[in-house]
């Protein structure tokens, strides 16, 4: 029902910023939460951000909370992730996901993810 197209990543400085867009199709989009998920090589895939249905609600991993920043525009089907004061260890693959299930922290619990967009910090 939904399909997710990442963009924006690249290559940036340690202190850097990328933001990131998750552009979705269908017209079910404003229906879902959607969350921020990172997996670096060979690390279990971690939840980063979940954003409400119409963004009035957001919430983030220690890691990132201060730094990073997830918001959405229904009106054009795309959900963001503002990364500033960028760390090596933030070096993954970054995925959107729309929350089908009740636990947002949980991967199993979003059923349409995108392909991916990579992330690469350097010191």
């Known amino acids: 029902q939904v399909q997710l197209v990442e963009s924006g990543g690249g290559l940036a400085q340690a202190g850097g910023s990328l933001r990131l867009s998750c552009a979705a199709s269908g017209r079910t989009f404003s229906e879902y939460p959607m969350g921020w998920f990172r997996q670096a090589p060979g690390k279990e895939r971690e939840f980063v951000a979940v954003i409400s249905e119409g963004g009035g609600s957001t919430l983030y991993t220690d890691s990132v909370k201060g730094r990073f920043t997830i918001s959405r525009d229904n009106a054009k089907n795309t959900v963001y992730l503002q990364m500033n004061n960028l760390k090596p260890e933030d070096t993954a693959v970054y995925y959107c996901?729309?929350?089908?299930?009740?636990?947002?922290?949980?991967?199993?619990?979003?059923?349409?993810w995108g392909q991916g967009t990579q992330v690469t910090v350097s010191s």
């Open positions: 996901a729309a929350l089908t299930g009740s636990s947002w922290r949980d991967s199993g619990d979003y059923d349409y």
